[in-house]
């Protein structure tokens, strides 16, 4: 199954790297947003918790761009008649799909953090740098798993770019939650992380949980 | 026994809101029921009319 | 599809149903003592929490059901975790609206996000909330029901994530009013409250029974009558 889901995996960013869709729209969505939310609340710096808002909810965002697109070239090319047909086994469309959403979510922080660093954060970045990386990490995976599987449910209804937001945000609270808990003290001048670890832990947990649904349910979802 | 202090009104706004709730979806249950027996006695005349 | 009984014994847990509920008034107005700080409108809590209970607890069986209707293929299975989810939600809306009722007797607003317990039933209840626009957007019955499966599964194991991360997050000042109402209950308090969640979870399965009886009946008289009209 690895060795499929890698083959997908490597088709996709082939065509990604080539039409260049999801990852630029992602990255020029967060700054325009960034831009927006100068405005919106009138600031020229940010720090603490308005900074750690700003900053979760506009990953969030921009990762629902590239959630709603996730599916698309399958479905409008028959890739999900090629799966099934395949002998391989059905969850690693799943893993291919979380793997290259991970990758497009790594590649927007690439971006979206300097950018955020040089138009709004206050303090800078540097000194927690590890534990934000750290907290990144666990994030995208839940991002990545959770937006894997709820994009392969909406893409066969109707409204299928409202039901992606509809459902995926209320899922990923805790995941807000825990990352903005994390990040926050990270992003104030002068402060250290307490308790980065509980929320780490949490982090994780919510990732194994969700890594096991999918891959317990997914199947399920191209059954036919 | 039964006290009314303060506040209770609001208390009493809940428990409305709870038993309207229920009340409600009991309503609409029944409704249903009823669509039901209309269409079990036309079914059965249909039978009575093919049995003649 | 497999010819299941919903209604049997529906009379009877009716009765009980309605003996609980008449014995859960009775202890809280006139039993449970008044609350020290509260006053009487801690009285909300009797309904306010056995429904926020309950229905959380329905949630996540109809994700077990539907756990079962993905394992088995039967379709039984999943209007059990249809219905589960629908009546949750509609005691949802109560459990909501009490939460505010009682929110505007302790701080004169209608909703505070201090409650962290009010706050994460409010996300739960927003995503159960799409559950029947995304059941009814698939057309086909069969794939909607797997569909609807996928979801209740996901989203019962998000419930138990959603409380645990909203209580970690919890810095506030206001004390948690379960934990002053939870921990250190007196012991009369303590029996209403078991009272009135034995009381709320049998007129939930009443209901969800009643529902399910309903449905039922009502595929076999269009299964009936297609038949008839079908050998004219």
Known sequence: MIAAAVAILRKDLKV???TRESVPAMVLFSVTVFVLFHFGLDRDTLEGDIATGVIWVTLLLAALLGINRLYVAERDQGGFTGIRLAPIDTTALWLAKAAALFIYLVALELVALPAFDLLLLGPGLDGALPELLAVLLLANLGLAAVGALISALAIETRARDLIVPLLLLPLLVPVIIAAAQATEPLLSAGQSPDDLAKWLGFLALYDVVFVLVSIAVFDFLLDD | MLVIAEGGDYVAAAYVVFVTLIVVYIAIIASKLSRMEKELETLNELLDKRAK | MTSVLFGKRLGTLAWITA?????????????????ADQGFRQKIFYVHVPMAIVTLFGFMAAGIFAIKHLRSGDRSWDVRS???????????????????IWAKTAWGHWWVWEEPVLVSYLIVFLLYCCYQ??????ADPERQSRYASVFAITAGAFVPLNFAAVRLA???THPRVLSETGGNMPGDMRVTFLVCIVAMALLFTTLWKLELTNKHTSEQLKRLRRRLEAQT
């Open chain 3, 19 to 35: 003996a609980f509920m008449l014995a859960a008034m009775a202890l809280v107005f006139f039993y449970a003592p008044e609350d």
């Open chain 3, 82 to 100: 249809y219905v589960a989810i629908h009546l949750s939600i509609m005691l949802g809306v109560g459990v909501l609206a009490t939460g505010a």
């Open chain 1, 16 to 18: 990604e790297v080539r």
């Open chain 3, 133 to 138: 626009p995304l059941r009814f957007s698939i």
């Open chain 3, 170 to 172: 919890e810095q506030y």
